[in-house]
């Protein structure tokens, strides 16, 4: 098991005394950051940010390294799980996601697929990755 240089967040969480209040907070990493908007930038797409594990990193690791956080929270997205259920996620510029197929009726939903855990191995790659790098 690795040992964290920082369990503050986690002791917290479980109800332990901690040395301080420990920090973090929800949208971490986002379009506020020049370096998110460079690292966007260089993947070529949302998804892409999200899919490779290093960008998802790199993008995880960026409030981090500015900011006194406590937590870092992996950057993803939720709709990844309903794009590995087979629906077709995609990004519009300006307009935000949509999905080539749509689970609107009682048949569209039975169709669902359950999720290839090997479509989604990116996010568990891109955790292993993660915890590498703040420790």
Known sequence: MTILQNDQFLK???RQPTDYTPVWMM???GRY???YRESRKNAGSFMQLCKSPSFATEVTMQPLDRYPLDAAI???DILTVPDAMGLGLYFTEGEGPKFERTASDEASIRALEV???AKLQYVFDA???I???IN
């Open 115 to 117: 999720p290839d855990m």
């Open 131 to 133: 915890r590498k790098a």
């Open 12 to 14: 917290a969480l479980l």
């Open 27 to 29: 949208r971490q990493a």
């Open 127 to 129: 955790v292993s990755s």
């Open 33 to 35: 950051l020049p370096e």
């Open 74 to 76: 992996l950057f993803s």
